[in-house]
């Protein structure tokens, strides 16, 4: 298979974990957001990797051009994947796929949690809280972005918000996706990585109660959203204007569906247009498939990664990194992903042999009921 001699010649690791649950109906309309400022209280330079692992953004641009940008799912620190918070180097919280994260010039996952210890939970069947410090934690595991636009970022109301927006301010890596308002929410971080400049915005499309209650507006805090299309092609417009490479990472799909809804590739054509490099995401607890829509490189779902519970959905333990080769003007030149499997500690674990090679051959078949093309496999270095 063309892809996993890719993926056996270039990687040997994996990554991170999540939950979602819609909670009501969809909301109107938010304002527009401005679009050209970074998320408030980021830092200029995301986190270093995991001992041992690649360069990153301060590394000397290469030869040709190219970066790597590395994705991952949802991610949780709740249930049997707390005690992640405390887990000691060199094994990071991740598990062994931080590596894989770490040796990416770029990484991004979505963290599903409030970051609070006050506020009282939403009325919704599963709430999730965390500590400041699972940013940390993650900044050590080899991540370098987070979106937090998803149906749990204010699972315990106004208080939890506030909390989670002074981690955010204070978090030793760029959160996107939730700001005190709509420009703040919207707005991409934007960075310098080996010489190519990077935008990345987040925003979800989850039809919920956070959605509905808690979308960021011109003077609201909350998360950006996908159901004000307008609001986020705008974002993604003014991104490219900064940015030859933008990357959208979205909440998204329905829950043990395999295939993408309406409304993802609707939004996903829309983005492409936009000018997205790759517009990908997570929230089904399952992957979806993924491939390119003409020069745009579509994940639809990345599935679980550091998952705090069990799932009665198929396939749900299944999961991975998805690095991608990028040129300096945006082009999408290879695609490599490293398949795992979340063990019962939550933690995403590398698999190899022909245990690969069928996670391999049936992540590439569920691209069947997406409409997208291969994408190109990764050169073998």
């Known amino acids: 298979m063309r892809r996993a001699a890719a993926v056996v010649a270039l990687f040997v690791g994996l990554t991170a974990v999540a939950a979602c649950g819609p909670d009501g109906p969809a909301p109107a309309p938010a304002a527009a957001p401005g679009t050209t400022t970074a998320p408030a209280g980021t830092p200029t330079t995301p986190g270093a990797a995991p001992s041992g692992t690649g360069a990153g953004k301060n590394a000397a641009p290469r030869p040709d051009g190219s970066i790597t940008v590395a994705f991952a799912g949802d991610v949780h620190f709740e249930g049997r994947t707390e005690a992640r918070l405390a887990v000691p180097s060199p094994e990071q919280a991740l598990g ?22 006050r506020g009282a939970p939403e009325p ?22 987070v979106s937090m636009a998803n149906n749990h970022a204010v699972d315990f109301g106004a208080d939890g918000l506030t909390d989670t927006l002074a981690a955010k301010d ?31 915005v987040a925003a979800s499309q989850v039809e919920d109660l956070t959605n509905q209650k808690w979308r960021a507006g011109a003077d609201k805090p ?21 940015a030859p490479v933008v990357l959208v990472y979205l909440h998204w799909g329905d829950e043990g569906k395999s295939c993408p809804t309406g409304p993802q590739t609707a939004i996903a054509k829309k983005l492409a247009t936009a000018g997205a490099t790759a517009v990908v995401g997570t929230h089904a607890h399952t992957m979806v ?8 490189y579509i994940g639809y779902g990345f599935g679980n990664f550091l998952w705090y519970g069990t799932s009665n959905y198929a396939f749900s333990n299944e999961t991975g990194v998805t690095t991608l080769t990028l040129t300096g003007d945006g082009k999408v030149t290879g695609e490599a ?45």
């Open 96 to 117: 062994p796929l931080s590596r894989t994260l770490g040796e990416a010039d770029l990484s991004v996952l979505n963290l599903e949690t409030a970051i609070t210890g």
């Open 124 to 145: 919704k069947t599963y709430t999730f809280r965390t500590s400041p410090k699972a940013l940390s934690v993650l900044k050590d595991s080899g991540v370098d972005v």
């Open 170 to 200: 204070s978090s030793p890596i760029p959160v996107v996706g939730v700001g005190r308002n709509a420009k703040e929410a919207y707005a991409p971080y934007v960075t310098t990585v080996r010489g190519v400049k990077v935008a990345v």
């Open 222 to 242: 909350g998360i950006a959203s996908a159901l004000d299309a307008p609001a986020l092609v705008k974002a993604v417009e003014a991104a490219k204007r900064q």
């Open 289 to 296: 498939g993924s491939g390119m829509l003409g020069t745009t």
């Open 337 to 381: 992903f490293t398949p795992a499997t979340i063990d019962d500690k939550g933690v995403p674990v590398p698999v190899a042999g022909a245990t690969a090679e069928a996670a391999l051959k049936r992540r590439d078949a569920l691209r069947g009921c997406t409409g997208l093309t291969p994408a190109p496999a990764a050169a073998q270095h």
